[in-house]
């Protein structure tokens, strides 16, 4: 067997496959797979602070400038010569005063992470790294994923950017923000407006690829999620490699809160760490399937053993009341999300909690993320809206370092931005009143004005005084 392999994450089964095998799930059991690695042939660090130092890319190749593939060390499922990159990974860890004050954190001790700087805008990118170099290993000419927006627009930037892949995309009809429809559109994507929404779209692409022998990259694609673990390498590297207390991110397919916590508890199992943060998976609740089937229902990972009929009932039940995901955070509008397994083994291993917030306290949040500088679409501010409700409830100590994960560019949902800042609060709610929003409280407001010199100098002089 080679360095790398591909394993069942249910430990009962633990069958192995080979790293050329193209499996969405374990053949034998069907269950979520992992890439896992002989780790004691691995060529690992003495330090967690030589992670990264030292690109290992040909001279000249677009992977010299790859976040994602200068921590090869840890993903070394690909030699540098096959890896797939348009230059990702990056992206910042800032300090942010307000969001601080709007947690209600020490501001020397928060930190907010933002994956809005990859190329195509959103965190996808890291973990599309990982599936495109993994296709063009197998040899794929055409690929395919579901989604809300953000893995349709990072899979046809890279099958675009690498003049041999083409993108097929299945988009819930209705259900994707312009911002990222149009990255699809003008990367020159087959696009296909599924009627449905993205729990119908990701059960179609699944069934088509099966079909059709076409290569998915969803996250249900273990190589995708080794792209995704090198979020967690940034973030301790801009932390001087000391662990935080807290990473809280954004739910949805799960994929992220899935990876981050393989990523570390690598780290922490092969020596190169000391302890483990704790995790906190944010949902909002238009789509709150996390919260509810871990704090209402009781699933746990239970050593692998988890409870399928608790997710079965839980599913079933969501289908007899016609209960569709519904909440403007369109980039976590999911109800099935596909590494449900692998984020409840992340949440045991991090001693993790699950929750979810309205998407009046998710655009709320995004107001104050955006006050440092900072401007992410909705999904990522329910990192920032769970941290302070975690605050609230005494779960997150006021003293914890804390890092919140901002998912995708301000850009991606230019729509919810504009009518939080602009609209009066009647327009307000009649454009997303049926998602529980009715103010904006910390709005920017435009201020009309008269094309007149003296008119427009009065108002500065107001707005100067004002801030004073």
Same mark, same amino acid.
Not at 31 to 39: C, E, G, K
Not at 390 to 400: A, R
């Given at each position: 067997?080679?360095?790398?392999?591909?394993?069942?994450?249910?430990?009962?089964?633990?069958?192995?496959?080979?790293?050329?095998?193209?499996?969405?799930?374990?053949?034998?059991?069907?269950?979520?797979?992992?890439?896992?690695?002989?780790?004691?042939?691995?060529?690992?660090?003495?330090?967690?602070?030589?992670?990264?130092?030292?690109?290992?890319?040909?001279?000249?190749?677009?992977?010299?400038?790859?976040?994602?593939?200068?921590?090869?060390?840890?993903?070394?499922?690909?030699?540098?010569?096959?890896?797939?990159?348009?230059?990702?990974?990056?992206?910042?860890?800032?300090?942010?005063?307000?969001?601080?004050?709007?947690?209600?954190?020490?501001?020397?001790?928060?930190?907010?992470?933002?994956?809005?700087?990859?190329?195509?805008?959103?965190?996808?990118?890291?973990?599309?790294?990982?599936?495109?170099?993994?296709?063009?290993?197998?040899?794929?000419?055409?690929?395919?994923?579901?989604?809300?927006?953000?893995?349709?627009?990072?899979?046809?930037?890279?099958?675009?950017?690498?003049?041999?892949?083409?993108?097929?995309?299945?988009?819930?009809?209705?259900?994707?923000?312009?911002?990222?429809?149009?990255?699809?559109?003008?990367?020159?994507?087959?696009?296909?407006?599924?009627?449905?929404?993205?729990?119908?779209?990701?059960?179609?692409?699944?069934?088509?690829?099966?079909?059709?022998?076409?290569?998915?990259?969803?996250?249900?694609?273990?190589?995708?999620?080794?792209?995704?673990?090198?979020?967690?390498?940034?973030?301790?590297?801009?932390?001087?490699?000391?662990?935080?207390?807290?990473?809280?991110?954004?739910?949805?397919?799960?994929?992220?809160?899935?990876?981050?916590?393989?990523?570390?508890?690598?780290?922490?199992?092969?020596?190169?760490?000391?302890?483990?943060?704790?995790?906190?998976?944010?949902?909002?609740?238009?789509?709150?399937?996390?919260?509810?089937?871990?704090?209402?229902?009781?699933?746990?990972?239970?050593? *692998?053993?988890?409870?399928?009929?608790?997710? =079965?009932?839980?599913? $079933? +039940?969501?289908? #007899?009341?016609? @209960? !569709?995901?519904?909440?403007?955070?369109?980039?976590?509008?999911?109800?099935?999300?596909?590494?449900?397994?692998?984020?409840?083994?992340?949440?045991?291993?991090?001693?993790?909690?699950?929750?979810?917030?309205?998407?009046?306290?998710?655009?709320?949040?995004?107001?104050?993320?955006?006050?440092? *500088?900072?401007?992410?679409?909705?999904?990522? =501010?329910?990192?920032? $809206? +769970?941290?302070? #409700?975690?605050? @609230? !409830?005494?779960?997150?100590?006021?003293?914890?370092?804390?890092?919140?994960?901002?998912?995708?560019?301000?850009?991606?949902?230019?729509?919810?931005?504009?009518?939080?800042?602009?609209?009066?609060?009647?327009?307000?709610?009649?454009?997303?009143?049926?998602?529980?929003?009715?103010?904006?409280?910390?709005?920017?407001?435009?201020?009309?004005? =008269?094309?007149?010199?003296?008119?427009?100098?009065?108002?500065?002089?107001?707005?100067?005084?004002?801030?004073?």
């Amino acid at each position: 067997m080679s360095l790398a392999f591909q394993k069942c994450i249910n430990p009962a089964c633990a069958a192995d496959y080979d790293i050329m095998q193209v499996l969405p799930k374990c053949p034998k059991c069907g269950n979520l797979l992992d890439v896992d690695y002989d780790w004691e042939k691995m060529a690992l660090p003495t330090r967690v602070s030589d992670l990264g130092k030292v690109p290992d890319w040909p001279s000249g190749g677009l992977g010299a400038v790859s976040g994602v593939w200068r921590f090869g060390a840890m993903l070394p499922f690909a030699a540098p010569e096959q890896r797939a990159s348009i230059g990702e990974g990056h992206t910042q860890l800032r300090r942010s005063p307000r969001a601080a004050s709007y947690a209600g954190v020490k501001s020397e001790n928060f930190r907010l992470q933002y994956e809005g700087l990859n190329p195509s805008g959103s965190f996808k990118d890291n973990g599309m790294a990982g599936a495109l170099t993994h296709a063009g290993m197998v040899g794929a000419s055409v690929a395919a994923c579901a989604s809300t927006g953000n893995t349709s627009a990072s899979l046809a930037a890279f099958a675009s950017a690498s003049g041999r892949m083409r993108a097929i995309i299945f988009i819930g009809d209705g259900k994707i923000a312009y911002g990222k429809l149009s990255q699809a559109l003008d990367y020159g994507a087959v696009t296909l407006l599924v009627k449905g929404d993205f729990d119908d779209a990701m059960a179609r692409v699944q069934e088509v690829c099966a079909e059709e022998g076409i290569y998915l990259v969803n996250s249900v694609n273990p190589f995708r999620l080794e792209g995704q673990k090198t979020t967690m390498y940034r973030v301790l590297e801009g932390l001087d490699w000391q662990v935080p207390d807290w990473i809280v991110c954004p739910g949805g397919n799960l994929g992220n809160s899935s990876s981050f916590g393989k990523a570390l508890y690598e780290l922490y199992d092969h020596g190169l760490i000391k302890k483990l943060p704790r995790l906190a998976v944010v949902n909002s609740s238009g789509a709150p399937t996390l919260s509810r089937i871990v704090n209402d229902k009781g699933l746990k990972w239970n050593g *692998g053993a988890v409870d399928d009929g608790i997710i =079965a009932d839980y599913y $079933a +039940g969501l289908d #007899q009341r016609g @209960e !569709k995901a519904h909440t403007l955070a369109s980039a976590i509008e999911i109800n099935r999300p596909v590494n449900l397994k692998k984020c409840l083994r992340a949440l045991d291993r991090l001693n993790g909690v699950a929750l979810d917030v309205s998407d009046q306290a998710i655009l709320d949040a995004k107001a104050w993320v955006a006050r440092d *500088g900072l401007g992410c679409e909705p999904a990522s =501010a329910a990192s920032l $809206a +769970g941290a302070r #409700q975690l605050v @609230e !409830k005494g779960v997150i100590d006021k003293d914890s370092t804390v890092v919140c994960i901002l998912t995708g560019h301000q850009l991606k949902d230019p729509h919810a931005t504009v009518a939080y800042h602009s609209y009066d609060e009647a327009r307000l709610q009649a454009d997303y009143g049926e998602f529980g929003v009715r103010t904006s409280q910390y709005a920017n407001h435009p201020i009309p004005v =008269a094309n007149s010199l003296g008119d427009i100098v009065d108002v500065i002089r107001r707005v100067r005084s004002d801030q004073k």
